[in-house]
């Protein structure tokens, strides 16, 4: 058996978490990509064991940590589709009229929520 030891080993580079193969994947030169959309409601951080082979068979395993940034991507959602309310007319200024309540999915920044009145009695 003849070994050339000039010519360099190949490396196949695969994602070892199966659960993951469907979500990422990764090339002959190790550059990892998302297959799936990410979702950071869903799922925050990612984590994989990517295993390297050599053209000699020799492996060699690492972990890749993927965490995943939340964008803005959720609008508010108002607690009921109707708020209703009741006034005196001779309820003075500054009087509480009603409390109308939103959330978001999003997080820090992206869920924080501005109130308007856009439309009512001109």
């Known amino acids: 058996i003849v070994v050339n030891l000039t010519t360099p080993a190949v ?4 994602i070892a978490t199966e ?3 469907s979500q990422f994947s990764i090339d002959h030169s190790g ?4 297959l799936k959309q990410l979702d950071y409601e869903r799922t925050q951080a990612y984590g994989m064991s990517v295993k390297a082979v050599d053209s000699f068979g020799r492996e060699a395993y690492t ?3 993927v965490s ?3 964008v803005n991507d959720n609008a508010p959602i108002f607690e009921a589709p109707l708020y209703t309310a009741a006034l005196n007319e001779t309820s003075g200024f500054g009087t509480s009229v009603a409390v109308v309540k939103a959330t978001d999915m999003d997080t820090a920044s992206n869920a924080e929520i501005e109130y308007d009145i ?3 009695n001109e």
């Open 63 to 65: 972990f890749l940590s």
């Open 11 to 14: 490396v196949t580079y695969s």
């Open 19 to 21: 659960s993951l193969v």
């Open 68 to 70: 995943v940034y939340d």
């Open 31 to 34: 550059i990892v990509t998302v």
């Open 118 to 120: 856009v439309d009512g």
